[in-house]
């Protein structure tokens, strides 16, 4: 190619927008791009011993390669924290405060890190508890765990995959009992970058 | 009988002792040799039982792959796992044994939980914290695992109960990490191994041994173990190895012994025949009580030895006039000396089989065993002699023989007969405290490279608890024991364990305690609890409103809320059959085929001080449990040795004294012949108890052995005696002959490695050289120079009862006559625990593990009561005063000097008194046993231990009582402007001023009512306050005053409580008792709002105000600051930094009651222990006394690490005995671990 037409080449290249990802299992690579997240959130669970949906909001940071904290404000406060080879309940309306050694609970850690996979974003990991179906539109991911353990607890974790960068927008957890729980992520910041909200 | 008929019978004889041995089975299992019957059988059958004795530690090195340790541990484990016939195995903890636990434990949880946090948890603050922290909880990543568990278990009890319930098990020092037990480091791991059968049976060719080791050694890492197993096998083999050298060497010596004292191969033949039919009845009569273990079998054998002294004799005494010229002749010699010596044989022999008879009857298999084998070996030996003794001397013997002389003068001088007498009384005085050590381990032994990895995994798994040695104990874990209990049923061996369980999880820091309780709550635990939910109906409408409030949709709980709570119905053993905790049940529980039950707590201590106290507390627990533990059944051993040995020996000896009396029918020679016996029992104990040896069960019957030895030889020598010069020479070489040989023969167990083997050489060579004494020195003595032995006899019998008649009147001289008290006696003692005792209105009860007791009246009534409520906790404390008195002055004579020389002081300390606390204590001293009166008499003795801080002050120079650290406080620098006085008592005497404290609320007639703490049965003060406000401390200081004895700063301090109301009436008190030694007085008082130190000296005292607040330690800043015992203290002491420490924290701001506690517990940053801080962990007692409020602050056992609890002197004198928790427990564990360094320290310095 002549000297003189790289540079419109490139120009054109440019010109034009960048096809989707297709959803597929190299999604995980991307997630798992992301060093540190940290989010508002709003979660609904709408559960059978509940006289009615409980809406809960708070905030969550995960710093690669496993640390997470979960913290709710409203209606009660708690914080559940992973880190260090230790899980953290503290409830501080409650005086509770609860620390497992997750090293002694090896079976405990994994489950946690399951229920988190989407967080972590660990493509071994969710090829070997997960079998994974991934929808184009909307972009979502549907997780159904593979071991039975964790099957007793979890039916389906579905992710809503946002683009631009790519985040996990909002999971849905379906349990075996046919309760739910919605979790909605607002004023995300991916590695120090804030993202602008999707539009509603 | 012609020698031909002789020899056949000779060989019929030998032919069929020898059809007999051989059906002899030889064991070296242990278990064959320990008794089957009476308290230590048993006690020994429950350790084994629940699994005490046969833990075996499986450590697996990952230091060189850290990363592969997890894997390698898994790996091994499930290895053994499947050697489930051999051993169970435990290596982990996993996420299925909780969610296991939890399904068990989930139709149980209301009878499962503690009934404190039932009771709480259900009341309707309790419904609504749980139900707002379930929705909290609930919002959380986990909240689906919440969802699930909460429809059936509301109030999430299943966590509560699975998470106390995953602990049982783990260990101090022992970390889970990855579900494995790991150490510290992080680098090694841990497997648990518990064997199936006994561990004494182990050898190296054991299926269990087997396994392990190859087990072992297929590891991907190194893996090496431990445990009763390997010390058993590793026993049997040293057992055998160094009883086969000794015995070989042994025969090689006594060959030598032969060639050289009669120069020719021909005598040593002659001992053949009878050795060979004395071993052959020994093993016939081994067959009749196969199996026989092999250590009896060894000395047994050694026993046919004996009877090579039979034909020592005939050879010697045929030969004692010359040898004949041809065999007719010989034989004819020969004959005569047998015919000559039949009567010195049949005593001899009667002796020696009475003696063996004795230990027939003896309840360890291995000593009834070995008596009798000895008996067929003696009778063996004697029958060979008796057939064809002349025809083998006929045969060996040849003209030109002589007896052998020996280098030892003829004649013994008298006064070496009389002092060697007087000796050996000393010796046999001395035997009195010999020791027996019963543990049946006692006879393990480890080779170094074992003993290293003893070590090494002891201090690695156990925190190095188990490695003290004792000498008692000298290689034993002396950490783990057992509180078993017995019922007709499994609910009432629950039940009786109970009350153990609960005060040992309350009141015994550093002890790991498993019990089947967590797992199957008794009657008493089930019930409580179900009363706690009882009111169903209120808790499930406070529910449903904590329900609705939180969220929650009521209608969906309350199904599962009203069965957990109704769920009455008591777990099973089957309710655990799938998960781990089966294994500790299994090993804690059992049930026969009638559903009689057994149930052990196991516990593991962190040192042998944290045991004791819990087996104290098992004690005062009321729980009809019995504590075993490796030291008590030590203890039970012992009893059976001692007991065995002291009655069959002194039978034996008795009976054999009878013979010799029936014999000679004289009593010099009746005690000649007994000499060599007699100074072979006081010489081999005597030697024993002064050298700190300890006889064991297999040591304890070579005594026996001995005896029998020495027997024949005072027998033979006044047989010779009697058949004239030369018979009495010849006896002599026999005699020299026999002992030549027996000591060549067991000499070499001296060098054994093994204790049990070594132990037995020891009495045996002991024995061998005071029979030699006896029969060389003292018994010649008496048979030729019988006048100038009893001229000495009777110097040394002056000597004795002079020394008596002195020694009873220096007691006499210083016996300090009590006053003349008449008892009230009105009252009856009533029991009504072993913490509730009542002496009519007086009482003793114990609060949060204090003693507290309320004494009133008369001084005679309050030495009367104090005496009927202290009972056994006055006896603790005596026995273990004289041994802290034996730790701190271990030299007898200057014990005995002290016995008879202080109670010389007593006059000047009764002339100084009060008389209202000399009757008191007079009192105190009238009732009850004594054991201790031997030492001096009781109220003497009793007023001289009032005097010990003094004494110990003024004479010891102070090592047990500089380290008190206090201050006064009140006013501006106070929270409420209470007057407080706090201090630390550091006093050394003993363990019962720290475990049994007592606080004592005193109100004497026509004295003012006070509240110290001590101990009971002290009549003085050391620190309390009175109910006029005023409150005193006694610390220890020195000046150069020179020491005056007086009155004991302890009646000093409790007249000033008894009588003072202000400061200025203290110090008119203690004005005008002045000092015995040196003192600090610390006297606040709470009423007028003020407080003083009194620098107490024999010259005088200066009071120094301390303002609104003040430090003291052990030196005095008055006019005696520049003393030059001050000045070294200060100097060389720790007194100065721990006043200036004290003196800045109290400086920091004004302090309340948790305040001055924390002042007491302060360590100053100083490594634990450090007497250079304010808490060095030895405290007697740590108190805060509120002059104020009329109240003091104690701190529970251990020093001032237990809790500190509050009492009010109106409360005490209103009978309101319980006590208000001021302060939590400061981890007691550190403090105990102190201790535990010091003991260490203490025995290696030993």
């Known amino acids: 190619m002549p000297r003189r037409l790289f540079p419109l080449a490139l120009a054109l290249l440019m010109a034009f927008p960048r096809p989707a990802m297709a959803l597929d299992a190299s999604v995980w690579l991307e997630l798992g791009k992301v060093q540190s997240l940290q989010a508002d959130f709003i979660q609904v669970q709408t559960r059978t011993i509940l006289k009615r949906p409980l809406e809960s909001s708070g905030a969550v940071r995960f710093d690669r390669p496993g640390t997470l904290t979960w913290a709710v404000l409203t209606p009660a406060r708690s914080t559940f924290s992973m880190g260090g080879g230790k899980a953290t309940m503290e409830l501080p309306d409650h005086r509770a405060h609860r620390v497992v050694d997750l090293a002694t609970l090896p079976e405990f850690k994994r489950l946690a890190a399951s229920v988190m996979v989407w967080l972590q974003a660990d493509p071994v990991a969710v090829a070997r508890d997960f079998t994974t179906t991934y929808a184009p539109s909307p972009p979502t991911i549907v997780l159904i765990p593979v071991d039975p353990t964790l099957g007793r607890l979890v039916k389906t974790i579905e992710l809503g995959i946002a683009e631009s960068p790519f985040r996990v927008a909002h999971v849905r957890i379906v349990e075996p009992t046919g309760d739910t729980v919605e979790i909605r992520f607002s004023k995300v910041v991916l590695d120090g970058v804030p993202v602008p909200d999707p539009a509603p | ?1246």
């Open chain 2, 1 to 1246: 009988m012609t020698p031909h008929r002789q020899l056949l019978a000779l060989l019929a004889l030998l032919g069929l002792s020898l059809a007999f041995a051989v059906r002899t089975e030889v064991s070296t299992n242990l278990l064959d040799a320990l008794p089957t019957k009476g308290g230590f059988a048993e006690a020994y059958a429950e350790a084994q039982r629940f699994s005490l004795l046969d833990t075996i530690l499986v450590d697996v090195d990952g230091s060189a792959r850290p990363e592969a340790l997890g894997e390698a541990i898994d790996n091994l484990g499930a290895r053994l796992e499947a050697h489930p016939e051999l051993f169970s195995v435990r290596y982990r903890v996993t996420l299925a044994d909780a969610v296991a636990i939890h399904n068990a434990a989930a139709p149980h949880l209301a009878v499962l939980v503690d009934e404190g946090w039932l009771r709480e948890t259900t009341t309707p603050a309790g419904l609504t914290v749980a139900l707002q922290a379930a929705a909290a909880r609930l919002s959380g990543p986990t909240g689906g695992l919440v969802a699930a568990l909460l429809p059936t278990d509301p109030l999430d009890l299943g966590s509560t109960v699975t998470a106390s319930m995953q602990q049982a098990g783990a260990g101090e020092g022992i970390a889970v990490v990855g579900g494995h037990f790991l150490d510290t480091t992080g680098t090694h791991g841990l497997l648990l191994v518990r064997t199936k059968g006994a561990a004494f049976g182990t050898t190296r060719a054991s299926p269990l041994y087997k396994t392990l080791e190859a087990e072992l050694a297929a590891t991907p890492l190194p893996a090496r173990w431990l445990g009763s197993a390997k010390f058993a096998a590793e026993a049997r083999e040293t057992i055998q190895s160094e009883t086969q050298v000794a015995v070989g060497a042994g025969i090689a010596l006594v060959a030598a012994v032969f060639l050289l004292a009669f120069r020719s191969v021909r005598p040593l033949l002659g001992t053949l025949p009878p050795a060979l039919l004395g071993a052959g009845l020994a093993g016939a009569a081994a067959s009749f009580c196969s199996p026989v273990h092999g250590l009896t079998l060894a000395f047994g054998g050694a026993l046919a030895g004996l009877g090579v002294d039979y034909w020592i004799h005939l050879y010697l005494h045929a030969q004692k006039d010359g040898v004949g010229e041809n065999f007719a002749t010989r034989l004819a010699q020969g004959r005569e000396a047998l015919r000559h010596l039949g009567g010195a044989y049949a005593i001899s022999v009667l002796a020696t089989v009475t003696s063996f008879a004795m230990l027939v009857s003896s309840a360890y298999p291995a000593v009834s065993d070995l008596g009798l084998i000895g008996i067929g070996a003696v009778l063996g030996a004697l029958v060979c002699v008796v057939l064809v003794g002349p025809l083998l001397y006929a045969s060996l013997a040849r003209p030109g023989d002589r007896v052998p002389s020996i280098p030892l003068p003829e004649r013994v001088p008298g006064w070496l007969a009389a002092v060697g007498i007087v000796g050996l009384c000393a010796l046999a005085a001395v035997a009195v405290g010999v020791r027996f050590d019963g543990d049946p381990r006692s006879l393990d032994a480890r080779t170094a490279p074992t003993a290293a990895l003893e070590a090494e995994l002891d201090a690695r798994w156990m925190g190095g608890a188990t490695s003290i040695p004792t000498r008692t104990t000298p290689h034993l874990g002396t950490t783990a024991a057992l509180v078993v209990a017995e019922g007709a049923t499994l609910d009432e061996a629950l039940a009786a364990l109970s009350p153990a369980v609960t005060a040992l999880s309350q009141r015994a820091p550093g002890v790991q305690v498993q019990s089947p309780l967590g797992l199957l709550p008794g009657p008493a635990e089930r019930q409580a609890r179900a009363d706690a939910v009882a009111d169903v109906v209120r808790i499930e409408a406070d529910f449903a409103i904590a329900a609705d409030v939180a969220g929650f949709d009521a209608a969906t709980l309350l199904p599962g809320l009203r069965a957990t709570l109704t769920a009455t119905r008591a777990p099973s053993l089957t309710t655990w059959a799938e998960t781990p905790l089966a294994e500790l049940l299994g090993r804690t529980v059992r049930v026969d085929e009638r559903g009689r039950a057994t149930v052990a707590a196991l516990l593991r201590a962190m040192s042998p001080e944290a045991l004791r106290h819990a087996q104290y507390e098992v004690e005062l627990s009321g729980a009809d449990a019995r504590f075993i533990h490796p030291a008590g059944l030590a203890e039970l051993g012992a009893q059976h040795i001692r007991t065995e040995l002291l009655t069959r020996s002194g039978l034996a000896l008795g009976l054999v004294l009878l013979y010799l009396a029936v014999r000679f029918r004289d009593p010099v020679r009746v005690l000649a012949a007994a000499m060599p016996s007699l100074a072979a029992v006081a010489g081999t104990l005597g030697c024993h108890a002064l050298f700190g040896h300890a006889l064991t069960p297999a040591s304890g019957p070579a005594l026996v052995l001995v005896l029998g030895l020495a027997f024949d030889q005072g027998i033979f020598l006044v047989e010779g005696e009697q058949s004239g010069r030369s018979g009495f020479l010849a006896a002599r070489a026999a005699i020299l002959m026999a002992l030549a040989n027996a000591f060549a023969g067991f000499a070499g167990l001296l060098a054994a490695s093994h204790p049990a083997v070594r132990g037995v050489g020891l009495v045996v060579t002991l024995g061998i050289a005071s029979t030699a004494f006896g029969a060389f020195v003292l018994t010649p003595a008496l048979l030729e120079n019988p006048l100038t032995t009893r001229r000495w006899l009777r110097h040394g019998a002056f000597a004795l009862v002079g020394f008596f008649v002195l020694d009873q009147m220096l007691a006499l001289a210083g016996r300090i006559p009590p006053p003349s008290v008449t008892l009230p006696a009105v009252h009856q003692l009533d029991v009504r625990s072993a913490t509730d005792r009542r002496f009519g209105p007086h009482r003793i009860t114990r609060s949060q593990g204090i003693w507290v007791a309320t004494l009133s009246g008369t001084p005679a009534e309050i030495g009367e009561a104090a005496a009927h409520l202290s009972g056994p906790i006055r006896d603790r404390a005596e026995a273990d005063l004289y041994r802290t008195f034996n730790r701190l002055v271990p030299n007898r004579f200057v014990q005995y000097g002290l016995a008879r020389g202080l109670p010389f002081l007593g006059r000047a300390i009764v002339t100084d008194s009060p008389p209202a606390y000399l009757e008191e204590l007079a009192a105190y001293t009238q009732i009850g046993a004594d054991p201790w009166r031997w030492l001096a008499p009781t109220y003497t003795r009793k007023l001289m231990m009032h005097a010990l801080h003094d004494v110990g002050q003024a004479m010891v120079g102070t090592p047990m009582l500089d380290g008190c650290t206090g201050f006064v406080a009140g006013g501006q620098w106070t929270a409420d402007g209470h007057w407080l006085l706090a201090r630390n008592w550091d006093f050394g005497g003993g363990d019962p001023f720290s475990e049994d404290k007592a606080v004592i609320a005193v109100r004497r007639d026509g004295a003012i009512p006070y509240v110290s703490v001590a101990m009971m049965g002290l009549a003085g003060v050391v620190s309390g306050v009175n109910e006029a406000g005023i409150g005193i401390a006694l610390q220890a200081a020195a000046s150069d005053s020179p020491v005056r004895p007086g009155a004991p700063m302890i009646f000093i301090a409790r007249e000033v409580l008894d009588s003072a109301r202000s400061l200025d009436e203290a110090e008119a008190i203690v004005r005008a008792r002045a000092g015995f030694v040196s003192e600090a007085v610390l006297v606040v008082d709470g009423e007028a709002g003020e407080a003083a130190i009194f620098e107490v000296t024999p010259d005088g005292v200066e009071r120094r105000s301390a303002g609104t607040h003040l430090a003291q330690s052990n030196h005095l800043r008055g006019r005696h600051a520049g003393d030059t015992l001050n000045v070294e203290r200060m100097a060389h002491g720790t007194t100065v930094v721990r006043l200036d420490r004290m003196q800045a924290l109290l400086d920091e701001r004004p302090v309340d009651i948790g305040r001055a506690i924390e002042l007491l517990r302060d360590r100053g940053g100083y490594p634990d222990g450090d007497e250079r801080a304010i808490n060095a962990d030895i405290a007697a007692h740590g108190v805060v006394i509120d002059a104020t409020a009329r109240s003091i602050t104690v701190g529970a056992w251990p020093n001032v690490a237990g809790e500190f609890v509050t009492f009010r002197l109106a409360d005490l004198l209103a009978d309101e005995l319980d006590g208000a928790i001021a302060a939590g427990a400061d981890d007691p564990v550190r403090s105990l671990r102190v201790h535990l360094e010091r003991e260490r320290a203490a025995t290696e310095a030993r």
